[in-house]
């Protein structure tokens, strides 16, 4: 594993000392954890141009009742595994 050094603010260090300190871990474990989970977050960019493609796509679709289709995409299921 590769090794960096980093300058951070006093105030950060500090919070991430004091998460290790909770979870009795390392540093090193509490910014791996935390740069893991930053690497999941998406853009807010990327998903409000998502969200106006989803509304685009959907735009003429109606109304409907999401729950009536999911109880028939359940049921379909259940009919295509009773014939399995």
Known sequence: MAEVVVSIPDELLEEIDAEAA??????????RMRLSQGRL?????????????AEELF??????????LVRADRD???ERDKRR
Not at 59 to 68: K, Q, V
């Open 41 to 53: 977050r998406r853009d807010p960019e990327v998903i409000g141009a998502a969200i106006a493609r």
């Open 59 to 68: 735009r003429d679709a109606g109304p409907f009742d999401s729950t009536e």
């Open 22 to 31: 909770r979870k009795a871990t390392t540093r090193a474990a509490v910014l």
């Open 76 to 78: 379909w299921r259940d």
